[in-house]
């Protein structure tokens, strides 16, 4: 077994491991942590198929590579507008909870429903 | 089975473990904890897959960074989560194992399946690096051939300060991001916070440097000169600019906006947009990637730090 099929295969079983906690995480923060880890298994995927493009002496075709690079740091900027999203939620609705009808919590405001 | 796929497969299973763990843990600040192991193992995953530049960005930003602003949120949330939803119900959650299960399984076969032999740009990519000068493919790719992406991804970088700022309550507006952070100015943190930061600093510019030629280069100088920075901030040794500052504004828009400039150029000068004359090819990307350290330092550190909370005169 080569390397690119031992982390293919782990890259697609982490994107179904991030799809899960997207979906079933009812927390803003559990599921951006599960989004990010459904990214970094669609980066590793790419990073994969850049491994098979190995030539030309550079083990690693580079133009994935810099595709890559360039998406980790977008998924980065947008991780934090995400998080910055979510703690002002948290200030101003005082509970974090993404149903349209906020629960009638001692710290809930219910004009922000 | 050689010692290397041995190790290979081993790593594989111990970044699948702590990416299931850290979607089931109970406590979320333990799952940004698992997150960022997870994101530092992956780096060694990229250098086993022979992408050294890579694994720098994911070690320096995807764990290092990315784990740092989870960890805040997760500390300053972490009373709320006892009053928050209960999880979902048998039955959603029975449907989403086996849609993810099954998207799991699909991936996996293609992977399996992939055509032979693979396609690849990389000998293009490398016979045309006399063009540039630079020795590093991918920092060819990044700055030359691909151009375009390099530099509007810049302005995503300035768009979501932008959108990070915005969410200022009105009368923060124009003021410090973040609470003002105070350590024993005899600690460990203070102490580090003066040690590291002078080496930290040429480390930055010397992977901007050898990044012409070598793994390295704007994103990884800028990550690591953003996390000094940081660490000064957290000691309590300097405090956030005020997000009003002029200056800090005109080093915010350096990076993209070096690289309109040039890219304009080229269209007033040259064939196309983007296209450096090959004579000074070189030095025009030497001065965008020293614009767009700046700015990638400065914004990733900002982005940390978050909304503006405290008036500009405190």
Known sequence: MSAVTVFGLCAAAAVGVGLYGLITNPQPLRKIIAFNLLGSGVFLLFGIIGRRGAAAG????PVPQALVITGVVVAFS????????????????????????APTGPNSDPSAG | MSIATLFEIVLAAVVLGLAIWTITVSETYSAAVGFVAYGLLVALIWVRLDAVDVA????????????????????????????????????????????SAS?????????????????????????????????????????????MDTMLEKVVLMLAIVGVWSLASDQAWGGRPGPRHEADPNGVLAFLARLTPPAGIVIGIYLLWTGADHPGGAFQGGAVLASMWLLVIMAGLADTPPVSSRSLRLILVAGPGVFLVVGLGGLCFGPAFL??????????ILGIEVAMTLTIAATLALLLAGAPERSATR
């Open chain 2, 56 to 99: 720098m960005t994911e070690a320096a930003i995807g764990g290092g960074l990315g784990g740092i602003v989870l960890l805040g949120a997760a500390a300053r949330l972490r009373e709320s989560e006892a009053m928050t939803a209960e999880r979902p119900g048998r039955v959603v959650r029975l449907c989403a194992a086996a849609l």
């Open chain 2, 275 to 284: 296209a450096y004359p090959v004579a000074f090819a070189k030095p025009l």
């Open chain 2, 103 to 147: 998207i799991a399984m699909v991936l996996a076969v293609a992977v399996l399946i992939l055509p032979d032999p693979a396609p690849t740009l990389a000998p293009t990519v490398i016979s045309n690096a006399g063009a540039t000068g630079l020795a590093n493919p991918v920092t060819n790719v990044l700055m030359a051939f691909r151009a």
């Open chain 1, 58 to 61: 550079s083990g690693n075709d």
């Open chain 1, 78 to 101: 947008a991780t934090a507008l995400a998080i910055a999203l979510t703690l002002r939620l948290f200030e101003t609705a005082g509970s974090m909870t993404l149903r349209s009808r």
